[in-house]
């Protein structure tokens, strides 16, 4: 036995698996070639952040479109930093995207997948072998410095002007301790992490090919940073060395903020002798302020926090295409030519994505979810405003549901034409477009009243109109007999007519179907008249004409 292989059994006594065991329990995936196993990895340690469910998209569309596997695994070797149902809220907001999982963690102490476990504190037993082997090899040893020891040692690098800080080279104190001094240590019970032996060089750089960001070079990494703290729970770059390479990721895609410790990953990879996956590094969500660009902010922007989206009532179909026209800047373009195609026909490239960061715009995103609930069914609309409703707007749930047949109704105007209605961007939104079908909601409101009319002149529409209104006409009928209307009340029933000689008349048919609407409505802009009015039946539309008579007079 070498020295080496000594202190490894002294530092793992109860690690009897290997390497070779892990690399057999976790063969290489059967997977067609080209196919691309990615992660989305979270820490429960807060919200969902749209920046967040951005990634995971991303992450879920390349695995999704090579025909690879996506898993969730949980980062969760930070206890300190944990919150209460951090890892339920992950899986929640995933799902309420419909982002589904291929492997990973589905809930409370359970998952699925042959690659786990993919909770990172349940694997504390993969981490030791990884580790135990790298000690054999002298490339990991323990470190017995405390805290204050680590201060002093930066103290004296700044005292002495080092341009590199750190544990590492000639600094690193516990590199060379003999083996005696080791176990001595170890066995006096005296706390230790397990640092990396780094073979890294000042003078050295390494490149390499970001799929987002294009060739990136920096110095090597030199540090002998910490493998297992004290408590023998790995630090992030250990574990996503190990876990990445036993749950054979091919495609590392995460935020940027991790773009500098590339060097030391590339090298933990190399030195634990696995195959260094592909790197992808997103840059974060934006949003304008002020004229500049800055991050979307946990604390100052709700809408940083998935659960914002539920609460508005943005349909996820919405959300998911608006990432994608910030994931990739031909979507929007792919998407006028396939209207109706769904969003997984849509072929993400991860080369095409935002080098400087995609701006966040909510504005934007409601008007692509107007797009997309205009292609929505009245059946869908109706369904997932009741289910929206439910929780954020009881009374509003209680009046669709009341007669669902009516709601759908509503919900049907100019729906499936060509030309699709654009006015709901968000459940939140429906109270308002539907309020006048309600007498609930409704507000007998004739301020929109055309101002070229007097009062008077407007009652006068309502009466003439009121003693020839028929339930039984057909669209056409309709639209006739408000024609008739015009010419004996002093309107013109063409419009190019008026404008030729405007003042030959009060106005045109547009004036006279504005004072209908108004009265029936409240409203100068709505959908269909005709089909609000036999939505409405005989009884209100007659009730609503003669309030505005009244209030006129
Ligand atoms: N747990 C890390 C984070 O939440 C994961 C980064 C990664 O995807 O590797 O930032």
């Known amino acids: 036995m070498t020295e080496h292989e000594r202190l490894a059994a002294l530092l793992f006594p109860d690690v009897t698996e290997t390497v070779e065991d892990l690399e057999a329990r976790f063969p290489a995936r059967n997977l067609k070639e080209g196919a691309r196993v990615t992660r989305f990895a979270p820490s429960p340690t807060g919200f969902l952040h749209i920046g967040g469910l951005f990634s995971a998209l991303i992450s879920k569309l390349n695995a999704a479109t090579t025909g690879g596997v996506f898993l969730l695994r949980i980062e969760d070797t930070d206890k300190k930093r944990e919150i209460t149902d951090g890892v339920s809220e992950i899986i929640k907001g995933l799902g309420a995207f419909g982002i589904d999982i291929d492997e990973g963690v589905i809930g409370f102490e359970q998952e699925t997948g042959d690659y786990g476990p993919y909770q990172q504190s349940r694997r504390a037993g993969i981490y030791h072998v990884v580790a135990k082997r790298l000690v054999e090899q002298g490339l990991a040893y323990p470190c017995f410095c405390s805290e204050e020891t680590l201060s002093a040692i930066r103290e004296e690098q700044e005292k002495a002007g080092t341009p590199i800080k750190g544990y590492f080279g000639k600094w690193a104190r516990c590199r060379d301790l003999t083996f ?153 373009d792919w998407r006028r030519a396939n209207p109706d195609a769904p969003q997984s026909d849509f072929p993400f490239n991860l080369k095409k994505m935002s080098v400087s960061g995609a701006l966040f715009d909510l504005t934007k995103l409601t008007d692509v979810s107007k797009n997309v609930i205009s292609r929505f069914t009245a059946e869908k609309v109706l369904a997932d405003t009741l289910a929206w409703a439910k929780e954020y707007d009881p009374v509003l749930a209680e009046l669709l549901g009341a007669d669902e047949a009516f709601a759908k109704a509503i919900f049907s105007i100019d729906r499936g034409t060509a030309k699709p209605r654009k006015d709901i961007g968000k459940w939140n939104e429906v109270r308002d477009y539907a309020a006048y079908f309600y007498d609930a909601l409704y507000e007998n409101d004739l301020s929109a009243l055309p101002e070229n009319l007097t009062k008077a002149q407007c009652a006068e529409i309502l009466s003439a109109y009121l003693a020839v209104y028929d339930p039984a006409d057909d669209k056409d009928g309709w639209f006739a007999r408000i024609k008739d209307l015009c010419e004996p009340l002093g309107y013109t029933p063409n419009v190019k007519e008026y404008k030729k000689n405007p003042d030959a008349f009060k106005g045109h048919v547009g004036d006279v179907s504005t004072v209908i609407r108004v009265a029936v409505t409240g409203r100068r802009n709505t959908p269909d008249l005709y089909s609000i009015l036999q939505i409405l039946g005989e009884q209100t539309v007659r009730a609503r004409l003669n309030a505005a008579i009244e209030a006129l007079s």
């Open 180 to 332: 005696e001094q080791q176990r001595e240590r170890i066995e006096s019970g005296a706390p230790y992490t397990l640092r990396l032996r780094s073979f890294g060089s000042e003078d050295k750089r390494i490149s390499f090919d970001d799929l987002i960001k294009g060739k990136i070079e920096m110095p090597e990494n030199t540090q002998d940073v910490v493998l297992l703290k004290t408590d023998g729970i790995p630090t992030y770059h250990f574990a996503h060395a190990v876990d990445d390479h036993f749950m054979r990721t091919t495609h590392v895609i995460r935020g940027d903020e991790w773009i500098s410790s590339v060097p030391l990953h590339i090298q933990l990879f190399k030195t634990c002798g696995f195959r260094v996956p592909k790197y992808a590094h997103i840059s974060p969500v934006m949003k304008e302020e002020n004229g500049g660009k800055r991050k979307l902010s946990k604390r100052k922007d709700p809408e940083a926090a998935v659960t914002y989206y539920a609460e508005q009532g943005y349909p996820k179909e919405s959300v998911l295409e608006y990432l994608l026209t910030l994931a990739n800047s031909n979507f929007e």
